[in-house]
């Protein structure tokens, strides 16, 4: 089991910044990726950012160049720098995990955090 704890949502303006945090407790040894997904109202979820244990990261299209993805391995947390923020950016953020071959969908999922962007 892998317990993960989203915190740093809220509400900002638009061109604003936020940092999510995303730590990890538990059978942590199992994980190969972490990523950030979110879900906006009638919207599927997407991929945002993902990073594998080597530190390959990958973006969405959407918020190449404004958001960062990274990791502390000595606090087990990942974390989301979202720089230039869009009203388009409004969802609810979730942290998740996976097992090398395995998929996000299929791993563990924290309980979500809001991020509002008012224009």
């Known amino acids: 089991q892998v317990q993960l704890v989203e915190s740093g949502g809220g509400l900002v303006q638009a061109g604003g910044t936020l940092r999510l945090s995303c730590a990890a407790s538990?059978?942590?040894?199992?994980?190969?990726?972490r990523g950030w997904h979110r879900q906006a109202p009638g919207k599927q979820r997407e991929l945002v950012a993902s990073?594998?244990?080597?530190?390959?990261?990958n973006y969405a299209d959407s918020v190449k160049g404004r958001f960062t993805i990274s990791r502390d391995n000595a606090k087990n947390t990942v974390y989301l720098q979202m720089n230039n923020l869009k009203p388009e950016d409004t969802a609810v953020y979730y942290c998740?995990?996976?097992?090398?071959?395995?998929?996000?969908?299929?791993?563990?999922w924290g309980q979500g955090i809001q991020v509002t962007v008012s224009s």
């Open positions: 990073i594998t244990a080597g530190g390959t990261t």
């Open positions: 538990g059978s942590i040894f199992s994980i190969y990726a």
């Open positions: 998740a995990t996976k097992t090398y071959g395995g998929t996000f969908e299929g791993g563990y």
